[in-house]
């Protein structure tokens, strides 16, 4: 399955589904381990309530970046998915870092490199997101998306860091990644 037919289904099947490929942005990324879905029928998503300003990425067709700036600190970047006008993406929450260290190391600074991308934020922020890469279609030259080599085990876990809807199990995490925001319990 490609990427774009992967990320045109169910957010619900696209999320599991993206951990184990590689994000590339401007030859810099690596494994997606960590991942969180979000839809318009669920009160913790930018999307519930319709489409309205930064929001309208989310509403237009799969494969695109929604990127929004979370409590006015950080970045954080989303892949759209489903059909056009249906409100949902999948948010990148950690990613084991595989390729551009040194210049992931230089965008974050002197922190260990477990910390490079675990982490929304600091995910973003390690890869050269900004809110100018909203609405960017996850296409080369810029961008580059690998399927996974190998079968990944994936956890399902609650949502973390949210404070609506917090018992939706729509967290997925790569079972015995070191490279996850926080330890993934249940599986799926």
């Known amino acids: 399955?490609?990427?774009?037919?992967?990320?045109?289904g169910s957010v619900h099947d696209a999320a599991p589904g993206l951990i184990g490929w590689t994000l590339l942005v401007d030859g810099v990324g690596g494994r997606i381990v960590e991942v969180e879905a979000y839809e318009e029928t669920d009160p913790a998503s930018h999307s519930f309530g319709g489409?309205?300003?930064?929001?309208?990425?989310?509403f237009g067709p799969a494969g695109y970046?929604?990127?929004?700036?979370?409590?006015g600190i950080h970045w954080c970047a989303n892949i759209v998915c489903g059909a056009p006008g249906h409100g949902a993406a999948?948010?990148?929450?950690?990613?084991?870092?595989?390729?551009g260290l040194d210049e992931m190391r230089s965008r974050r600074g002197p922190v260990a490199d477990r910390l490079l991308c675990s982490g929304p934020g600091r995910l973003t922020q390690a890869l050269g997101l900004t809110g100018a890469d909203n609405g960017a279609r996850l296409d080369p030259p810029r961008f580059s998306l690998v399927?996974?080599?190998?079968?990944?085990h994936i956890l399902r876990t609650?949502?973390?860091?949210?404070?609506?809807a917090t018992?939706?199990?729509?967290r997925y995490v790569e079972a015995g990644t070191s490279w996850s925001s926080r330890p993934g319990r249940r599986a799926a």
């Open 90 to 99: 999948v948010l990148l929450r950690a990613l084991e870092p595989t390729h």
């Open 158 to 164: 609650p949502r973390i860091g949210i404070t609506r």
């Open 1 to 8: 399955m490609t990427f774009h037919e992967l990320v045109a």
């Open 167 to 170: 018992e939706a199990e729509w």
């Open 147 to 152: 399927p996974p080599d190998r079968v990944a």
């Open 51 to 58: 489409p309205r300003g930064r929001n309208v990425v989310m």
């Open 65 to 71: 970046l929604y990127v929004y700036r979370s409590y």
